[in-house]
């Protein structure tokens, strides 16, 4: 893992060429409006180094939902700013597949396999629910902060799509809730987490939020520690082994690097003592990985050699 | 990740005295009396750096059964000495509870999760034992020339025992063969499949044998390259999302690094481009790992460092 | 299946004495306290010939919850009163082991195995639901007009205790939501079928409610056809096959008649074109039925030589 | 259920007009060739009355391959005529969905659902073998004195084809093995099982086999009390809850008669003190039943008003 100086917008440009060919062979989200509606040729792509150097690419200002990658954060939130233990709610292990979701929660007793699942991410919010109130703007707060960016705001739309089709979660949350692994009232703490996805960013802003991993736990952006040195690390193994649902193994295997997906088509990921990276591009494989995003990382950990393996 | 000059027996002796409250908290492997009578305070460690150092602390050069870890012998063999590619009928992802191993198996058509589960293990050595003959002693030799020990044999009592209670491995193969996933004959295969588990070798024979995986796929004890650096990378991806069972999460989270464990109570780990680590108790934590190798390990990363984080 | 002219009464007399041995060996359901504090000796036992007789013993009047025996109801309701098609959105399969109701409702993408587990008998109540207002009066009328009793009525409190507990049926809802298979409000629909759960009645009441199921769908009660043969028929077979959770083989081989019971102690039985019988006995046995309740059936079909088979 | 004389021949005539529309709406089994090169338009009935007159119809007298069915002669053999209390080794309770068959059996600790599940039928040869040598001939032998002819015989061309697909049972078996319920060497079992599956008959020799589940357990054909009273009707209940795989309470619910069926596209059904009953025809639903012998079914109790309930 040697690097020199590694030309990364050059590096850059050449990735928005190589990925051309892939657009139109992923298919964006489409269970609410607001994402299905995003043209699907969308690409942009963020470098953060620790040093501090940025590099853009294509669409990198543009805002997106941040959907899922919005669980590392409010990870980051409980685990490191606010310093709660929250292993004894929810664990650390990959999911395995899809298919047996409820039934892992059920045969877990209601212990969610790791915080980046949904069942898991509504543990983490209710963890920060019981803490104090108003939830859902200390979350957003604790986002702007990372990103330096007071634009990220919830989008309303897209939060109330989610509402209407959140059942499933419900589900997650009442099932949780027969096995008091839940507190906060269902509703209440639904509406916080549909909000939580629902805020906007873009991949300048993600690459900044992400950077205390890459950086032993320090936000350059927010001029604080946010997390130990030793959290951090403990976050980037979790983003490895649970970071992608159903595909951990194969972005491992051809990425090589901790990262976190949302099923608006954004990708954050880090390789600790030098950068973070965020791309986005909205259309998503089978796994609901942005294909584009996935395939941008890979040309980008190859072409550097930069991967933590 | 900075090392300047880590004192590595240093660090083995601190490691010793501080894991010895942990004897007597873990259990020994008892489904074979071979495992089963092994004294459980055995403990040693060995550390080869890519510089061609190597550091060893207790019962490092004592024989224990592999077991488990041949898998990931098996795997190099295959992807990287016979250069196959295997990714059509076994997959790359974490295998989720343990309780579910069979309808998983069943749920994907007779494909494995990946390499280090059983089923997996079973269809890698399938595929060596369709390319040539005499496929046990093909394996033993490619362990015997990464490790640089020609004393690195089957041990025919244990062997043996494995058979006698491989009715579950059998189910295994037989369901993959009802899915067209296994194509030797079953007794014969599981006659293979039995005898690379029950190779004995010392941690010291360990930490060479796995260093192409920290040496970008180089062999400094076969002088020869094993995998393509791309192989090496990849199978320490591998190694991080499935090697552990249903600790991979936890092991990522407190030791970070890419290993290999076995029910013998051997635990073989790499850090790229720095060192392979090998170490061996032979009493178990719940999930099937050394509870002392693990505790080791621990210490060892969190002592100096050294992480892939 | 001869009868000539079974002494049932007498029949009776000897099952309230042989039952009292197992006392004590089961237990009551304590997920609400109203269900927890009755006393565990109370037995009561009712048997309702086709030809008007009725035969009673101990506390054959005393009221109790009927839970899931309501179900049985809600079913007769919409299949055959309100001649309602449901067999789209319910199944008529056995649910096989507990341990996997909800991934089976999600593997069969909402639509549950049948109408007597809990999902099952949700859609039940939303059909009901669906087709006009004031469901929870509806369902009570139904009742009263086929046990002839105005006097069984809602317990509040049972209601609100199955409220508070309520979380895991949400969770079905919900699900089942999500896939299209639940139309109303989910807590409106979840305050009606814990209304229906909450009805309390007696084993006098029972027997003469099941009559239609042994007199080929008339109401002797209520002076009314309220389902066709085929139907009653029909409803029997799915008593047998799916009425009592996950020991319906069981109750079919040491019973052998179709039969309903609910976690309140009940149990309902008929043998077509003979009687009706109710028992109630609160201490449940490990699969959630009235112990003695299926001892004293047992007891019933062994003596009188009187079941289905 | 009131019958007067009921003219059975009459009705098999209306039934075999009446099914003709269904040939071709299903498939015959195609694992093995023998079962795949059958005529799909081949049909047969038998009717045997508890009074002695035989009705039959089409190829009634047509020989086939009576498969499953062949569990449910093992199962008397091993309850009845043997005595042995098989129900700590096998359960008496349906299976379920097919799809989690395997983790049903790991789940429940290698004791199958019921006897007419492979892994249960599995079991009851297992005991059957661990009784005395030359299984397979005693097998036969039964069947034969319970059929009266002495033609019915292995088609050994069919059994060396079920071996070579059986890999999916002998996973059951392996599996089952690991966890002590079977006990003969697993390829010895196995041979034994799947000539008890080659056997073949015709629909006149299966309803006069399955006489002793109408006649209260004796075999006016073999004259002689094969099962008690007791277990005459047991049987009957575990049939009509077992019996026919994941469509046990479809069947219940349109036929209404204890009934086993078999890929080979037989059905065998009874109702206690009045007749036995057996159809074949080739083509199978999707649940493995043949299709027109279900419909054939199901118009025989609807036209005659003759089922259980």
New interface residues.
Partial sequence: ?TEYSVDYQGVLEEIQDEVRPFFGKGKNADYIPALAIVPGNKFGMAIHTVEGEEFLIGDARDDFSIQSISKLFTLMQVLGFEGVDIWSRV???????A??S???L???KGIP??PFINAGAIVVTDILASRSADTSRRIGDFYRMLSGNLSNRVDETVALSEQEHG??N???A??M??FDNIQSP?PDLLDVYFRQCALTTSCADLAKAALPLACGGYSPIAHKQILTVRD???I???L???GLY?????F???V?L?AKSGVGGGIVAVL??HFSVAVWSPELDSYGNSLVGSKALELFTTKTGL???
Same sequence: chains 1, 2, 3, 4.
Avoid: H, W
Avoid at 91 to 97: A, H, L, Q
Avoid at 246 to 250: E, I, K, P, T, Y
């Fill in positions: 893992m664990g650390r292990e990959p999911s395995g597949t298919f047996n409820l039934v892992q059920e045969y877990e396999r790791n059942y499933r419900a589900a997650l009442n099932l809730r027969s269902i951090a690390k403990r980037n193994a979790l490895l082994t649970c159903d595909a951990v193994g194969s491992a295997y051809t090589g901790p600790p003592d991967s933590i393996f």
